[in-house]
């Protein structure tokens, strides 16, 4: 196994490895789920970057550690101690140092296990996703009094019928990687434990071709300029906006609380 980076740390939270020209990036908290911290967000976010640099890697696959989650979302733990989520040097590049970093290079995320919340976010910010049959898909925060910032909502919208987009986003429940498959928000669904291979037998489809005209191709389809895509930034600065807002609400406090305290949530609608 190749390291991107010998920090502790950064190998703790995330593991990197490099299959052929294939990087394989593992989120590495099986014990919480593979949450998001600030550990997780610097090892992704600095191993993505390895890979924009380094011409040898044509592609990435991003999985996680353990045979439960993906990504369970956001540590709440880390949230509740007051600590940062995000890169302490590329904020910039949001939610697991992933969601608002884009590369040039495919990127395929092998969900093996639930991806609720920040966990779609994960694949909605893919350009590829295959998934195992117990894997499943939704945008849960709207249980908590919250929303999906890290660009679960205007994505799921994007990359779904708006009917059946907009009934996750209101209703918060799941969706089964069968139903993904079926509405196009997933590209395969594989036996439990085969998703990895699954990943990587797609990128080397991938990777037998010429890498400069793959990676031209991928910043035409999404308009990308300087390593951003700017068409994106109004739905950002209108995701942070509503977010701040709801923030400062009773009932963004209630949701958190009812769920610790394993009771129906009381809602004000202030």
């Known amino acids: 196994m190749t390291q991107v980076d010998s920090d502790t740390v950064k190998e703790t939270a995330a593991l990197v490895e490099r299959r052929g020209n294939v990087m394989v990036i593992t989120i590495n ?23 924009q640099e380094d011409p040898e890697v044509r592609a990435v696959v991003i999985t996680g550690a353990g045979d439960k989650s993906f990504c369970a979302g956001a540590d709440l733990k880390a949230i509740s101690r007051g600590e940062n989520l995000f890169h302490p040097d590329h904020s910039e590049w949001g939610f697991a140092g992933y969601v608002r970093h884009f590369i040039d290079k495919p990127t ?47 994505r799921i919208v994007e990359q779904l019928p708006r009917k059946v987009a907009m009934e996750l986003v209101f209703t918060g429940e799941p969706m089964s990687a069968a139903e993904a498959l079926k509405w196009g928000l997933i590209n395969q669904v594989v036996p439990d434990g085969a998703v990895v291979d699954a990943a990587l037998a797609l990128a080397q489809r ?6 400069l005209a793959v990676q031209a191709s991928k910043r035409v389809a999404y308009g990308a300029d300087g390593g951003a895509i700017p068409a994106e930034n109004p739905s950002w600065e209108r995701t942070a906006r509503e977010f701040g807002v709801l923030l400062e609400s009773e009932d963004a406090k209630e949701g958190p609380l009812a769920f610790a305290e394993k009771r129906q949530p009381n809602w004000k609608a202030r």
């Open 29 to 51: 908290r099986p014990e919480a789920r593979n949450a998001v911290n600030a550990a997780v967000s610097t090892a992704v976010g600095d191993a993505l970057e390895q890979a």
């Open 108 to 154: 395929i995320a092998a969900v093996n296990g639930t991806a609720l919340g920040g966990g779609s976010e994960l694949a909605l910010a893919s350009d590829l996703v295959v998934a195992e049959e117990r894997a499943s898909f939704g945008l849960p925060e709207v249980k908590r009094g919250l929303i999906a910032g890290a660009g679960g909502v205007f």
């Open 206 to 211: 991938i990777t037998v071709n010429a890498p």
